[in-house]
Nanobody
Framework: QVQLVESGGGLVQPGGSLRLSCVASGSFTDDWRMSWYRQAPGNSRELVGTISSDGTTKYADSVKGRFAISEDKFKRTWFLQMISLQPEDTAIYYC???????????WGQGTQVTVSS
């Protein structure tokens, strides 16, 4: 299994942008799915989007057209690029790696994103 470390969160004004990173250390197969989730205070954790090892991406309706997930295979890093951020995007963002062949998943520690003027 792996250790996932997220970074890139912070405070941004409405309409601003941030790029979150999730770096994996450890072993995993080449059949995986990386997901980004977020959890706002008082809310349950919600799926933001996913990228699969074949490059397929999917997004929640609330972030389509504003968020994009990408990967750097050589650096074992995934990114969540966020633009046109709004106060309702404020949450702790988590990455989750699911190894589809070995059937385990791991979570990162989370990174806080706050959108406020």
């Amino acid at each position: 299994q792996v250790q996932l470390v997220e970074s890139g969160g912070g405070l941004v004004q409405p309409g601003g942008s941030l790029r979150l990173s999730c770096v994996a250390s450890g072993s995993f197969t080449d059949d995986w799915r990386m997901s980004w989730y977020r959890q706002a205070p008082g809310n349950s954790r919600e799926l933001v989007g996913t990228i699969s090892s074949d490059g397929t991406t999917k997004y929640a309706d609330s972030v389509k057209g504003r968020f994009a997930i990408s990967e750097d295979k050589f650096k074992r890093t995934w990114f969540l690029q966020m633009i046109s951020l709004q106060p309702e995007d404020t949450a702790i963002y988590y990455c989750n790696l699911y190894d589809l062949r070995l059937l385990w998943n791991d979570w990162g520690q989370g990174t806080q994103v706050t959108v406020s003027s």
